[in-house]
């Protein structure tokens, strides 16, 4: 089905139930089933062959509404599939007596009959898209649907989408080209972008959100260039939500150099995002004022030194899209401590130049390293500075706790090479041969004059 919502649906989440009353049964007391699409501007065409659906049907007891059940429906979870012009599946009758259909596309979940209430997923935290396609929206968004009270040789069931969709169009105004890789989505602490929710059938209200996360990443995989002043497309499904008075969403694009675009957006009012909406942005790519860089060395490259070998030669490994350095006489080795925290540990660092360890920092032409963060122990004794070329920069920063980690921190304008000059981490023991261990690196650039 070519649509931006296609489903992971649940079992009877309904948004609105529609009423009819009841009509003549047919002469073969057939039951036939259409299903509409939601009017709204997230959808796009219509369903395709092979696209199933579920179906449940209560019927009335005189004249009361009936209830819908975890079995012992008139209907229960039928499967219907659609063929191009119809759709088909067990052929099924009807009684003389009205009923209530339930559907959802495509699959089914367990239902909390005594609550009228079922669970449904709106979005991720983490999604997909594959080049400029809305197709993963397909796998965010359930759509279900409701009518009552009737009695047909046709039931029509209009469908209703539980998610919102945001369509970032990216336009590259650099003169070279470039790739997207990701797009963050972080809304302020306490708002729901996406989750499990427990939706009331009857009026398709959510409640209850659990796996809740105010933050979205799209990681785009296969995607092409894109030429000066081209555009590219990105979609995020959304979960119903409010954003309150002033408050603000931040976007994070990155490209496939690791370059990352940070933009903002603020909300003088009060602002509803609404399920079926589709939310239009566009964000232009400039030469970024600030690069920020994370190299975790919790994890490493396959090919990394488990254990101490001697070093000849400086060594690249690439962390996070960017190839860095390494370099220690006595070697190096990706290892374990205490609570299994993972580090990179630097064997019998010495108090000379020649007996130093060295971490060759990532170059980004055109940017200039302005500030450094060191992850590792505190209680290391060892002295750290950035060369560059004939720059020495001492790291008197101080030390202070970031969550579990410890870090060493110096804001300094600190110019990266631009040609054949390397820049690199100098670690030094301070007076006598120490092993120095390092959980990871922070960096930040600012854009050269």
Wanted: hydrophobic share 35%; glycine share 6%.
């Amino acid at each position: 089905m070519k649509r931006y919502i296609t489903i992971i649906a649940v079992l009877a989440a309904l948004i609105s139930c529609q009423k009819e009353g009841p009509a003549d049964v047919p002469g073969d007391n057939q039951i036939v089933f259409e299903f509409g699409l939601p009017a709204t501007k997230a959808t796009a065409e219509n369903f395709e062959v092979g696209d199933k659906v579920s179906v449940w049907a209560v019927e009335y007891a005189a004249e009361e509404a009936p209830e819908l059940q975890v079995g012992g429906n008139f209907l229960n979870n039928e499967l219907l599939t659609y063929d191009g012009s119809k759709w088909t599946g067990r052929t099924m009758y009807w009684s003389t007596k009205p009923c209530d259909f339930y559907a959802v596309y495509p699959t089914s979940a367990e239902v909390d009959a005594a609550n009228l209430s079922a669970q449904i997923t709106i979005g991720a935290a983490t999604q997909t898209q594959d080049g400029d396609s809305p197709a993963h929206i397909a796998q965010l968004d359930p759509l279900t649907g409701c009518v009552k009270n009737i009695l047909p040789n046709s039931v029509s069931i209009p469908m209703h989408h539980s998610a919102a969709v945001m369509a970032i169009n990216v336009v590259n105004n650099l003169t070279a080209t470039l790739g997207i890789k990701s797009l963050d989505i972080i809304a302020d602490d306490g708002i729901t972008l996406c989750g499990t929710y427990d939706i009331d059938i009857a009026s398709g209200e959510l409640s209850n959100p659990t796996n809740a996360s105010n933050t979205i990443t799209v990681n785009v995989e296969n995607s092409d260039a894109i030429s000066q002043d081209g555009t590219f497309k990105i979609y995020a499904a959304i979960a119903p939500c409010t954003l309150p008075e002033n408050s603000t969403l931040e976007f994070v694009i990155t490209d496939t150099n690791n370059i990352q675009y940070e933009f903002s957006k603020t909300f003088a009012a009060e602002f509803n995002i609404v399920a079926g909406d589709l939310l239009s942005t566009s964000f232009n790519l400039s030469a970024s004022e600030t690069i920020t860089y994370t190299a975790d060395f919790a994890s490493v490259p396959a090919e990394f030194p488990t254990s101490a070998t001697a070093q000849t030669e400086t060594k690249f490994y690439t962390f996070n899209g960017r190839n860095i350095g390494f370099y220690n006489a006595n070697g190096y080795a990706h290892s374990s401590g205490v609570d299994d925290v993972k580090y990179i540990i630097f064997y019998r660092v010495g108090t000379t130049d020649a007996t130093s360890a060295k971490i060759y920092i990532p170059k980004i032409t055109g940017y200039k390293l302005s500030s450094l963060i060191v992850y590792g122990d505190a209680k290391q004794k060892h002295r750290l500075s950035v060369i560059n070329g004939s720059t020495t920069v001492e790291l008197k920063g101080s030390l202070s706790n970031n969550v579990t980690n410890k870090l060493l921190t110096k804001d300094t304008e600190i110019s990266l090479a631009e040609s054949s000059d390397v820049t690199y981490l100098k670690i030094y023991a301070a007076s006598s041969t120490l092993d120095y261990k390092c959980e990871g690196l922070s960096l930040k650039y600012t854009k050269s004059e």
